[in-house]
C-alpha cells in the first residue's frame, strides 16, 4: 500500500523505514519544509551542530562506534560546501554515511540562485554516489537506494540533494521492499579455490604474518571475531594499521602493535621480514609500505579486500581474494580446520624467537621528566587510569594522534575513531560526541593536539546543549607538532608557522562554554587531574600542557624502507637529506 | 635475517624516491563501459579519468538501449598494463557502471570511427583529392564549386592518413566522432 506524502515528509518517513534515531544537522532556507516535519515528530532525534564540517564527523563518530550508517542534514550553497571536508574524510576511510543537502527549487537551478551550488558536482569525487532528486515520485526510493549503497561493499558516504519544491510537493511514497536495489550488489564471498590457494600457503609459511585493516571493522564485529579465533588457532602475529585496530585485541598475545610510519619496531621488522603476508582488510596505503620497492621484499603477498581496485593498486599480490572479511575469513578456517589445522610448527617458532628479540628492543621507550610532562606519560596514565572502563576514543590529527595508537590499547573494534585517510585536523572532537550519543553512558575521550581542536571547538556547544559528557584531552605542546617535527628532520629546524600562537586560555574557555577546565603542567599533579576529568558529570576541556618539542618515534621517513627506521632522536642526525621535498 | 638490522645515523641514498614507479611500456586499450543513462554519468567517467590521472585518447557515449536507460561509453585510453588494470576496476566501482568490457584484452573487436573533413582548392588539388577521396571511399556529402565535404569511416588510422594526405590539397576542417567499437564474433 502507497500513501500520498509530501517529500519533506517522505525523508523523515524514510528515515524512520530505515532505521535511523539521530540526525546531525543544521538547518537553512533550502531545508525548511525537512526541518518542520522533524519538529513535528518524536522518534527522530536531530542533533543541531555549529558547523556543517561537525555535523559530518559526528556522523562518522556514530556509524564507527556503531556500525550503523550515519545520517546528516544540510541547507544548499554553503551548508553543503562546508561538508565536503567531512565527505572526503568518510570516503577516504569507507565510512557509511547518508547526507541530505537541500537545493534551490528545480526552476532556479542553474540561474546562480541565492545559495545555489552545483552540489552534486562538487561533491561526486567525494562520495561513493551521489543523487539530485527533481521529482518528489522518486525521492524515497532514492533514499532507499542511499542506504543501499553507502553501507554495501565498501562502505561511504552518499549525498542526496533536494531541492525546496522536490520536498513541497506531493506523492506516493515508496517503502523499503519496493526500492530497486539490484543493480548494486557486490561481491561478498570470496572465491573457493583462492581461500584454498591461502590457506595452502599458510600452512607451510615460515614466517607468516597477520596484516589486518579498517576493513576487518568495517565487516562488522563477527569479523573481528573470526581474526581472533584464527591468529589464536595458527598462532601466527597480527599487527594492524591506524585504521584497523581493536579488531584483534591489544592485549592478545600475538599482537605486534600498529605497523606503519609511526608503526612499531617489531610491527615493521615483522612486515619486512616476513614470508607470508595475510593483508585483511588494508589497502597498502603509503604510510604502511614506505618505499614500494623495498616493502616486505621476501614475501608471498595475499590480499583479501571487498573493493577489486584495491588488489594490485599500489603493491603487486600474489593472490587476490575479493570478498568482504567476515565471509572470507569464515571459509578460510572452516578449510584450514578441514584440511588438518597444519602449521609450520618449527618454522614458526623460529619467527617468534626472532621477534621477541625485537620486542626486546621496546622501541616504545621515552625519556622520562619529573619536571614537565612527557606526552607519552600522559597518554600512559591515561589508558592505566582507563582500563577496564566502557572506553571509546576519537582523536585530532597529529603526534599527539600517533601518540595516542602507539600507547592505548584497544580490546575490542569500534572503539577507536580516528581520521587515517585524509588525517584531518578538526575530527576528533565532533567524532567524540558522535560517538557519545551513540553510547550516552560510556566514557569518551578525545585525545587532541591544542591546534587541531581549535579547528572545531565551535562544538563544544552542542556538547553543551545535548549532554555528552565528552573529555576533551588537549596533549598542548604549543605547537603544530607534527609539522614542527618534519621541520626539525626534513627543513634545517626552521620552524615555519609551526607555533600555536596566541592560544586561548582553555580553562577560561570552558567557564565560557559552561562545562569543566582542567589544566595540568605537573607530571605529579596528572593522575589526581584525569581522576578529576573522568569523575565529572559533564563535557571537560583538560588543557595537559606537555613537552613541547618531544618527537613521536619510532620513524620511517617518507619514501624509506621499513628495515630504515628512525628510532630515537640519536637517530635523527643527518638521516633525512632535504634533496627536495616531494613526498609528504 | 641480518638484512634485518636497521640502520643508525645517516643513509647514503635520498630520503625520497623520486622514481615513477610506473615507467614501464604504455599500451592502448579500447574499453566498453555500460553504464546508466542518468545525469552526471559522463561527468563521473570523466572526472574519474582526470582525478586520478589516466589518459582518454578518445570517447564516445550514446544511448544504446532506450527502454532499459542503457548507454554505451567507448573509450580509448593508454597507459602501463598496471593502469590499464585500474582504469577497469576503478570504473567497476563506480555505481552507475553495469559493465567494462575491455575489447583490446577480450580478442578481436571491430572499431570505426566517422569523420567529415572539408578541403577547399581549384583545379588540379580538386582533382586529386576526389580522387583521393574514391580509394579511401569518403563520399562527398557537400559540394561548392570550391570546397567538397567528404564523409568516411573507418579506423582511427585510416582517418589520420586520409587527413594527412588532404592536408596539402587544402584540407580546412575536420570533425571526428571518436571510436565505437564492438567485439567480433556473437
Ligand atoms: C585540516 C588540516 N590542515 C593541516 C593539516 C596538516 N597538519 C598535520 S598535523 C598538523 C599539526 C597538528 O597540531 P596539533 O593538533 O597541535 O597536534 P600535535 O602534532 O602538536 O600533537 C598539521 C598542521 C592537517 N592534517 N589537517
Ligand atoms: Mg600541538
Known sequence: ?584 | MSALNIKKGSTSHSAYDLRDPNAQGIVSHTLAVIVENEPGVLARVIGLFSGRGYNIDSLTVAEVDHTGHRSRITIVTSGTPAVIDQIEKQLGRLVSVYAVHDLTAEGPSVQRELALIKVAGKGEARIEALRLAEIFRAHVVDSTLESFVFEMTGTPEKIDSFAELMRPLGLRELARTGVAALSRGA
Open chain 1, 1 to 584: 500500500m502507497t500513501k500520498a506524502m509530501t517529500g519533506a515528509r517522505m525523508v523523515v518517513q524514510a528515515l524512520k523505514d530505515q532505521g535511523v534515531e539521530v540526525v546531525f544537522g543544521y538547518p537553512g532556507g533550502a531545508v525548511l519544509p525537512i526541518y518542520d516535519e522533524i519538529f513535528q515528530q518524536n522518534d527522530i532525534r536531530h542533533i543541531l551542530v555549529r558547523h556543517e564540517q561537525g555535523a559530518i564527523h559526528m556522523a562518522e563518530g556514530y556509524a564507527r562506534s556503531t556500525g550503523k550508517v550515519g545520517v546528516a542534514l544540510v541547507t544548499s550553497g554553503p551548508g553543503a560546501t562546508n561538508a565536503v571536508t567531512g565527505l572526503t574524510d568518510a570516503l577516504m576511510d569507507s565510512i557509511p554515511l547518508v547526507v541530505l543537502s537541500g537545493q534551490v527549487p528545480t526552476f532556479m537551478i542553474g540561474t546562480d540562485g541565492f545559495q545555489e551550488a552545483d552540489t552534486v558536482g562538487i561533491t561526486r569525487p567525494c562520495t561513493k554516489h551521489n543523487w539530485l532528486v527533481k521529482d518528489t515520485a522518486k525521492l524515497a526510493e532514492t533514499i532507499h537506494q542511499a542506504f543501499h549503497v553507502a553501507r554495501s561493499g565498501r562502505p561511504g558516504p552518499v549525498l542526496i540533494d533536494i531541492p525546496k519544491d522536490v520536498q513541497f510537493a506531493t506523492s506516493d511514497y515508496t517503502p523499503i521492499p519496493k526500492a530497486r536495489v539490484d543493480h548494486y550488489q557486490p561481491r561478498v564471498k570470496g572465491d573457493i579455490d583462492a581461500i584454498t590457494r591461502m590457506v595452502e600457503m599458510l600452512e607451510t609459511a615460515e614466517r607468516p604474518l597477520f596484516y589486518t585493516g579498517g576493513g576487518v571493522i568495517n565487516s562488522g564485529t563477527a569479523a573481528s571475531q573470526l581474526l581472533c579465533e584464527f591468529v589464536e588457532a595458527t598462532g601466527f602475529p597480527i599487527t594492524s594499521t591506524l585504521m584497523g585496530l581493536g579488531a584483534y585485541p591489544a592485549s592478545g598475545k600475538h599482537w605486534l602493535g600498529m605497523l606503519g610510519m609511526h608503526g612499531l619496531y617489531e610491527a615493521n621488522l615483522a612486515m619486512h621480514g616476513c614470508d607470508l603476508m595475510l593483508n585483511i582488510g588494508a589497502r597498502f596505503d603509503d604510510r604502511i609500505t614506505g618505499r614500494i620497492a623495498d616493502f616486505s621484499p621476501r614475501s608471498a603477498k595475499v590480499h583479501v579486500d571487498i573493493d577489486p581496485s584495491s588488489i594490485n593498486k599500489v603493491i603487486r599480490v600474489d593472490l587476490g581474494i575479493i570478498g568482504d572479511v567476515g565471509h572470507v575469513l569464515e571459509d578460510a578456517l572452516r578449510i584450514w580446520k578441514a584440511r588438518g589445522r597444519k602449521v609450520n610448527k618449527e618454522g614458526l617458532a623460529k619467527w617468534w624467537k626472532q621477534i621477541k628479540e625485537w620486542q626486546a628492543v621496546k622501541c616504545l621507550g621515552y625519556t622520562g621528566s619529573d619536571k614537565v610532562i612527557k606526552p607519552q606519560y600522559a597518554l600512559e596514565r591515561l589508558e592505566a587510569l582507563t582500563k577496564g572502563m566502557d572506553r571509546y576514543i576519537t582523536t585530532e590529527v597529529g603526534q599527539h594522534q600517533m601518540w595516542a595508537a602507539q600507547f592505548l590499547g584497544f580490546e575490542g573494534p569500534n572503539r577507536w575513531m580516528t581520521s587515517g585517510g585524509l588525517g584531518t585536523m578538526g575530527y576528533g572532537l565532533p567524532a567524540s560526541i558522535g560517538v557519545q550519543v551513540a553510547h550516552p553512558e560510556a566514557l569518551v575521550i578525545n585525545v587532541a593536539g591544542e591546534a587541531s581542536w581549535l579547528m572545531n571547538m565551535q562544538e563544544m556547544g552542542t556538547a553543551m546543549q545535548f549532554r555528552t559528557p565528552v573529555k576533551q584531552f588537549i596533549l598542548n605542546n604549543e605547537r603544530l607538532g607534527m609539522v614542527r617535527q618534519w621541520q626539525e628532520l626534513l627543513h634545517g629546524e626552521r620552524y615555519s608557522s609551526s607555533w600555536s600562537e596566541s592560544l586561548p586560555d582553555f580553562v577560561k574557555l570552558a567557564e565560557a562554554f559552561g562545562c569543566k577546565g582542567i589544566k595540568c603542567s605537573d607530571p605529579k599533579d596528572l593522575d589526581d587531574a584525569i581522576m578529576e576529568m573522568l569523575r565529572y558529570d559533564g563535557p571537560v576541556i583538560f588543557d595537559c600542557l606537555v613537552e613541547k618539542h618531544e618527537n613521536c618515534f619510532p620513524m620511517i621517513p617518507s619514501g624509506k624502507p621499513h628495515n630504515e627506521m628512525l628510532m630515537g632522536n640519536a637517530d635523527t642526525q643527518g638521516a633525512i637529506k632535504a634533496a627536495g621535498a616531494v613526498l609528504v
